[in-house]
């Protein structure tokens, strides 16, 4: 699996992809990562800033107040908050309850979650330092 792992960095490395590691610090380290991903399920995770690489940055995920303060104790750079519009699976955030959640930290967040051509606009209002949008991304990709 290690090897695999080394693979997929080298691609990433010469494609200009950034590679995170999900919820396993050690793993990250061992295969060179750029950084790891903290889900909102992971509250027990701690990390040590001083140990890490300059470089290496530590991503998470939140969906209320007491998410994002554990995420803030693991050092996290950039927050998704999640999710901000309805999809098919899952309840909306709405634009007021995201910027309530936005300024009960300074971290930077990343929408996330039924974003699509529609509602772009609402996503503009709300100005997050960055969104993420698995379904929109795909249908931007064509043939």
Known sequence: MLKTLKELRNFCN???????????IHLAQKIGADGLYISSSNKDLILCSGKLKKKFKILGSAHN?????????????????SPLFKDKKNKKLDVFRYLNLRKAT?????????????????????????FAGISYFEKKKGP
Do not use: M, S, T
């Not at 010469?14 to 919820?23: A, D, F, I, P, T």
């Open 106 to 130: 300074n971290i930077k967040d990343i929408a996330l979650g039924g974003i699509n051509e529609k509602n772009l606009k609402r996503l503009k209002l709300i100005d997050p330092a960055g």
């Open 14 to 24: 010469k494609n200009g992809r950034k590679l995170y590691v999900n919820n396993d």
């Open 65 to 81: 107040i007491k998410e994002i303060k554990i995420k803030e104790i693991q050092n996290v750079a950039e927050i998704f908050l």
